[in-house]
């Protein structure tokens, strides 16, 4: 999501990419850095190079055409911008018992998918 809080970009591909755009790195990228809540990397666009950060809260999918695997994400969203209907339809006790049984929030429910499973060998 080029609209999300902390994803830098230059620009012209910000105007061109109001809401999402598709990264990849394949050929030519240079510099990729990884820490626990963002990536930065450096691409070529139009013929110059233009370092792009993305949170890892803004990415909404993950593939690797090669192995013929899609992760879709659902973004998760902060109490204060939960939809007004999800608020109210789901007393706290309810939304503490999904997180324990592993719904993908943060916490000890939370799962860690295993990419390996994935690969074709």
Request: avoid cysteine.
């Amino acid at each position: 999501r080029t609209d999300h809080p902390g994803v830098s970009l230059p620009t012209f591909l910000r105007e061109r990419y109001p809401e999402e755009m598709t990264i990849a790195l394949q050929h030519q990228f240079w510099g990729l850095m990884v820490d626990e809540e963002a990536f930065s990397v450096t691409l070529a666009f139009e013929g110059s190079r233009h370092s792009v950060t993305v949170p890892f809260e803004a990415v909404v999918a993950f593939a690797d055409p090669v192995a013929e695997f899609t992760l879709q994400l659902k973004p998760i969203l902060p109490a204060e911008e939960e939809p007004l209907a999800a608020q109210e339809a789901e007393p706290e006790d309810a939304a503490g018992e999904d997180a324990a049984e592993g719904d993908g929030g943060e916490g000890e429910g939370a799962r860690v998918v295993d990419f390996e499973a994935f690969r074709k060998r």
